[in-house]
């Protein structure tokens, strides 16, 4: 086996030795992955294979176009579909394998991009500029790629200002000009335009704006000479048309810096909205690249940062790579990135720069500094990086972006600072930004409404109250703006800019706001755009669809303002209006808001509606691990694994079984924290690309939509949160009682229950006890007041939630319609009648609504909500009200009848006192054996909370070996269990299988149900962001029933195996709250130390075979234990049963025989040993 091993590890060694040459050959393979770029070389003639990984070795080219007769690539292909025909195909007869014919096809397109830009420029210049026509100005630009006709634009801009300031003259005349432009293009982009065109017009509009500003700049500040500051400041761009070598013909100046032109394509990328700050920004950085340092842009979520570095990046022709680091990059990571920049000549952007480890960033000081000591040094100088002598290419170039005061980060050491020039990204301008954008997407007013959007959302972050999941910053403002255009466009929507720019911003903002706060919104709104009325979207056949999968699953939804569940149907509309705009969306709700019935209603809703396969992908990070999550990189052979949601994405990219045709939904349903969030960021922003460590970068498909699903995003930075739209589901006002019992009673008629033979027949079983209950459910009913005075009057061991109460009733409910439905089967000749139906449903209703209810609370909690039903309802109470209603059960004929009948009278060997399995039947465990067959049938789980010697351990145990067809595995919990240990229990117990719906897991024993007994479960200790990892992998167990297998990421669906639990409550020391997304799914019972009557159950059997008076000594001890005064500093001194019962078997064992004086002195003795002062 060693020798396998090592000969495995010395084969992955030459594996990347030889992709290490290949990426010598030709650089850009350093940012395609191993596994990939072994697919390519393996294939050496195969264009296909290589086309897939085109878009990540090149900044625009998505696919090539393959000439079959002449085996020539005669054009390339950006992801936005627009063509550009290559001036020399490239011939794959000459050049047959693909590490030929790339670098020939890498040329080629810097060559036709330079030739394409002295073109353009000479068919410009026989334009009367300030004349143009719209058809010749159309018509020019389907002529070129938008890269192109920016870039021309921008060279006659450049010349023209120039060309005025050179004669000692105004720009007042290019302002005019730029004005012209401004005007006809805003009113082109209006019209019927094919994608492509329209995309060039938004740019070209974004560039003049920002061409006006400066003009209007040099026009205020007087400026009539070209070595101007205030003109020299710019960044221009010039054309040398003497210049022999094409791709030498373009250069940018900006100050004293200046730079050729790259020439890379870049397909039509969104232009940036340029305002003073990236102006600074841009100077400050071409003056960093001039003095050959890299370029550090720091400040706060959403200002810009990475943006910046790539739209800069873009003005100068350059392949950008930004790569989202965190602490999983080692030092090896860093470096093979920093190769491939070097040799390529592209720049690198390494975002959130700071999440690496601090001796990480040491290490990779170094390199940066040997990297930019060759580039000062010449174009001749190498470099020795990753263990290898690499030329330099004197273009390449390292920025770092950063988010200081977000938590997880890192100080940079002091000579990693001096190796870049810093810049502070404070707030940007908004109304600048706005009026830009607004422009583009063709709004005449742009200046008037920049200026009221802008002041609108300051006053939105004034005066709204102060939520975490509230971002008004320009990410939200750009989403505003976008869905403005979309609407502006629609043909249907005739209504005024401003009526549109409202209908944007209710569409956008409401979704994440707090009931009190919708009111204040539409405030702000009538103050700000006063006379304008919101005209919400129709969105009536989508709605309809909803309407309709809602009635097939009888889920409570109404589309009537007002009506139960319209809040619900609001929040799913406002699901498909957010994740048409972001293409990330957090879900934000406590547990049993609604928020997974939401996305799932919606997606099964636009799969009929549009006729397009919906797939849902659920993980929770947290249960998983990051490394599963995403992948891990051997330190040794430098071979990387892909993870969960990195196998995921590249599945959908490879597109074998048309993953592309559909909508494809990852849903993070867990906790959020920023240690693997953040890996995200560039995902989730408009680079929609994942960065590995190993280099590569994964393109996010536009039919890929990131949900993430959370009850808080509390520990979520705003990096993240600004990145995504927010839909906000409120527990109290989107999911209410009314909706569930009304979903409840619409199964209860419709849905039978349990299969049989005569199902017309218990169909009409179920209405009876629809028509029964239903009076009880009603708004003004018996259930709802019950819940309230349960939630808000009674204790409860841990947390009450509504949701949680509710779902532990109802299922309570469910079972005693299913009792009923058994009883009828199995006595078909004397079936129950209609009132003796009616009797038992409305008395079992009392029953399940106080052990649901108050089951989570002491006796006294029961009994005043006993004595609340007794004085609320005008069903028939058990005979002696005295007594709680808990103390009786209901008999299949509808009668009342007391649990006390059911307790058995047994007699034991006296060597049996001293076992530790001996269970004496009483009152108490009878009762909790019914509440755990219950949930044992309802396959829910259920957890016994009590004090110490309570007896909880010791029921479940025995009424879970007493059932034939179960077994048991007991799990004890501590402070640092994890889900492996559950794990290794499955792997001992249960067997994988594959079938034909995936793998299952199973109990070994095809007859039989596997029960986890989970002991002290609210012992392991929650992570610094408050998660236990164990609890969330149970309730993912629960409610999803099953889990992802770590070995090899494959789902395991879960075969009759259930959970119960037993804990000590949690005000103990070193206890921890459950999570309330856990507790939903959980029928919580609080066991106390047995009563009076239970006790003398107990040890009456122990003692029975002596004297029958012998209880009377527990009884008066019970009663002095009951008169110590109980402080918190006496509490310790506590008689617990367990110690009562040690004693009592001690007596038995030992003073066998003797009177119950003796015994009484052996108890006082006990009872005194545990006083704390005289008085006791």
Same mark, same amino acid.
């Not at 742009?446 to 939105?460: S, Y």
């Not at 299949?892 to 009848?897: I, N, S, V």
């Given at each position: ?25 030709? &650089? ?56 550009? *025909? ?23 397109? %810097? ?21 143009? %026509? ?98 020299? !400041? ?13 791709? !030498?013909?373009? #250069? ?23 305002? &003073?700050? *990236?102006?600074?920004?841009? /100077? ?56 491939? /920049? ?13 999440? /690496? ?11 940066? %500094? ?9 174009? =001749? ?156 979207? %129709? ?19 109404? &589309? ?65 691990? $990051? ?5 891990? /990189? ?32 990852? @849903? ?17 922003? =408009? ?12 393109? +996010?498909?536009?039919?890929?939509? @990131? ?89 409860? +061991?841990?947390? &009450? ?16 319609? $299913? ?17 003796? +139906?009616?009797? #038992? ?43 709680? @209603? ?56 259920? +957890? ?10 010791? *029921? ?20 640092? *269990? ?15 299988? $594959? ?179 005289? =008085?006791?």
């Amino acid at each position: 086996m060693n020798r396998r091993w090592i000969g495995r590890d010395e084969e992955a060694k030459e594996i990347g030795k030889y992709l290490e040459c290949a990426r010598n050959s030709f &650089p850009r393979f350093y940012f395609v992955g191993d596994d990939d770029l072994q697919e390519i070389l393996d294939n050496p003639t195969d264009l296909m294979r290589v086309q897939k990984h085109l878009k990540k070795m090149f900044a625009g080219i998505m696919a090539v176009e393959f000439n079959e007769q002449s085996r020539t690539i005669s054009a390339i292909i950006s992801r936005e579909d627009e063509s550009v *025909t290559l001036k020399c195909p490239v011939d794959l007869e000459q050049l047959p394998n693909n590490d030929q014919w790339l670098p020939k096809l890498e040329r080629e397109m %810097q060559s036709t991009l330079a030739t394409l830009l002295g073109e353009s420029l000479s068919s410009f210049s026989e334009f009367v500029i300030e004349n143009i %026509q719209h058809e010749d100005l159309m018509a020019w630009m389907d002529l070129y790629p938008a890269q192109i006709i920016g870039l021309c634009v921008d060279v006659w801009w450049s010349k023209a200002v120039e060309s005025c300031l050179s004669e000692h003259g105004s720009a007042e005349n290019v302002l005019q000009t730029v004005e012209k432009w401004l005007s006809m293009l805003c009113e082109s982009v209006l019209r019927d335009q094919t994608a492509i065109r329209r995309k060039k017009i938004s740019n070209l509009i974004t560039e003049f704006v920002h061409k006006k500003n400066v003009c209007r700049e040099l026009v205020k500040n007087k400026v009539e000479d070209s070595q101007d500051f205030w003109w020299l !400041k710019n960044l221009r761009i010039y054309f040398n048309s003497n210049e022999k070598d094409p791709r !030498k013909a373009c #250069f940018i100046k900006m100050d004293n810096a200046e730079f050729l032109y790259g020439f890379e394509y870049l397909g039509i990328q969104e232009k940036l909205v340029q305002t &003073p700050l *990236t102006d600074r920004c841009y /100077l400050t950085m071409t003056d960093a690249l001039q003095c050959r340092l890299g370029g550090s842009l720091f400040g706060p979520a959403g200002t810009g940062k990475t943006e910046s570095v790539k739209a800069l990046g873009h003005q100068l022709g350059r392949f950008v790579l930004v790569f989202n680091c965190d602490e999983t990059f080692d030092f090896q990571a860093v470096g093979r990135i920093l190769a491939g /920049l070097c040799q390529v000549g592209a720049w690198g952007c390494f975002d959130e720069f700071n999440r /690496l480890e601090e001796r990480m960033l040491s290490a990779v000081s170094q390199q940066i %500094q040997m990297i930019q000591e060759t580039v000062r040094a010449g174009s =001749d100088m190498k470099v020795d990086l990753v263990g290898k002598s690499l030329t330099v290419n004197p273009n390449m170039a390292i920025f770092i972006t950063m988010n200081p005061g977000h938590s997880g980060r890192s100080n940079l050491p002091d000579n990693l600072k001096q190796l870049f020039r810093s810049f502070a990204m404070t707030s940007p301008d908004r109304e600048l930004i706005a009026e830009v954008m607004l422009f583009s997407q063709g709004f005449q007013s742009a200046e008037i409404l920049a200026k009221k959007i802008a002041l609108f959302f300051t006053l939105c972050k004034e005066q709204l109250s102060n939520q975490c999941h509230y971002d008004f910053g320009l990410r939200a403002l750009k989403y505003v703006l976008v869905l403005a255009g979309n609407i502006k466009r629609d043909a249907i929507q005739r209504s005024s800019e401003q009526q549109m720019l409202i209908q944007s911003m209710c569409e956008t903002l409401k979704p994440k706001l707090v009931s009190e706060d919708v009111t204040l919104l539409q405030s702000l709104l009538h103050d700000v755009f006063p006379g304008i009325s919101y005209s919400p979207k %129709q969105v009536e056949s989508l709605k309809n669809e909803v309407l309709n999968i809602c009635k097939a699953k009888h889920l409570s939804c109404s &589309p009537i303002i007002g009506e139960t569940g319209n809040l619900w149907l609001e929040k799913v509309l406002q699901i498909y209006q957010i994740i048409n705009i972001n293409h990330g969306l957090m879900l934000v709700g406590a547990s049993g808001s609604g928020k997974t019935t939401a996305w799932r209603t919606l997606l099964e809703a636009l799969e009929n509606h549009e006729r397009v396969e919906g797939v849902s992908h659920v993980i929770d990070a947290k249960v998983i691990g $990051k490394d599963a999550l995403y992948g891990t /990189l051997d330190p040794n052979t430098r071979e990387w694994t892909d993870g969960l949601f990195t196998r995921i994405i590249r599945r959908i990219i490879d597109n074998v079984h048309g993953e592309l045709d559909k909508r494809q939904w990852i @849903i993070f349903d867990g906790d959020v924290d920023p240690e693997w969030v953040e890996n995200l960021n560039s995902v989730l922003d =408009d680079n929609k690309l994942l960065t590995l460590p190993n280099g590569e970068r994964l393109s +996010i498909p536009p039919n890929v939509r @990131i949900i993430f699903e959370v009850a808080d995003r509390k520990f979520a930075t705003m990096a993240t949160v600004s990145r995504c739209g927010m839909v906000l589901f409120s527990e109290d006002v989107v999911v209410t009682p009314e909706m569930l019992f009304e979903s409840f009673l619409l199964r209860l008629k419709n849905e039978p229950f349990i299969s049989g033979e005569n199902a017309n027949r218990l169909l009409n079983i179920q209405i009876i006890c629809e028509n029964t209950l239903s009076m009880h459910m009603d708004a003004n009913g018996l259930v709802p007041r019950c819940l309230e005075f349960a939630v808000e009057e009674l204790e409860h +061991i841990m947390e &009450p939630t509504e949701q949680r109460l509710l779902q532990t009733f109802l299922s309570m409910l469910s079972f005693s319609v $299913k009792q009923l439905l058994q009883y009828d089967s199995d006595h078909p000749d004397f079936p129950p009648s209609e009132e003796q +139906i009616a009797n #038992f449903i409305s008395r079992s209703l009392l029953v399940n609504l106080i052990w649901a209810f108050a089951g989570d609370g002491s006796w006294k909690s029961r009994k005043s909500l006993s004595d609340f039903v007794g004085a609320s309802t005008t069903i028939q109470l058990p005979p002696d009200q005295s007594l709680p @209603i808990t103390d009786y059960f209901v008999t299949t004929d509808g009668d009342w009848e007391s649990w006390l009948t059911k307790v058995p009278q047994i007699e034991i060997e006296p060597q049996q006192i001293t076992e530790t399995l001996t269970v004496i039947p009483t009152l108490d465990t009878v009762r909790h054996e019914m509440l755990l067959n219950i949930w044992l049938n309802e396959r829910k789980p259920l +957890i016994l909370c009590g004090p110490p010697g309570s007896g909880k351990t010791m *029921t479940l145990l025995a009424t879970l070996r007493s059932l034939p067809d179960m077994d048991v595995i007991n799990v004890n919990f501590s402070s640092f *269990t994890t889900p492996e240990l559950l794990m290794k229990n499955f792997d001992h117990y249960c067997e994988y299988r $594959k079938t034909s719906t995936g793998v299952v897991l199973a109990p070994v024993q095809t007859t039989r149900r596997l029960v986890i007994f989970c002991d002290e479960i609210n012992l392991p200790q929650p992570d610094k962001y408050g998660t236990q990892r164990v609890i969330s992998f149970m309730r993912q167990l629960v409610e999803k029933n099953g889990f992802y297998r770590t070995t090899d990421l494959t789902w395991v669906t879960l075969e009759r195996i259930q959970f119960v639990g037993a804990c000590k409550p949690p005000t103990d020391p070193g206890r921890n709250p459950l999570s309330a997304r856990f507790l939903r799914h959980v029928a919580v019972i609080y066991v106390d130390c047995p009563g009076r009557t239970s006790l003398n159950q107990i040890y009456g059997t122990f003692l029975d075979w002596d004297c029958e008076h012998d209880t009377r000594f527990l009884e008066e001890g019970d009663w002095a234990t009951d008169k110590v005064p109980m402080t918190d500093a006496k509490k310790s001194g506590t008689a617990q049963t367990a110690d009562a019962a040690e004693q009592a078997k001690a007596i038995e064992a030992h003073v066998k025989g003797m009177k119950i004086r003796s015994r009484g002195g052996g108890a006082k003795k006990f009872l005194q040993a545990l006083a704390i002062d005289d =008085d006791e």
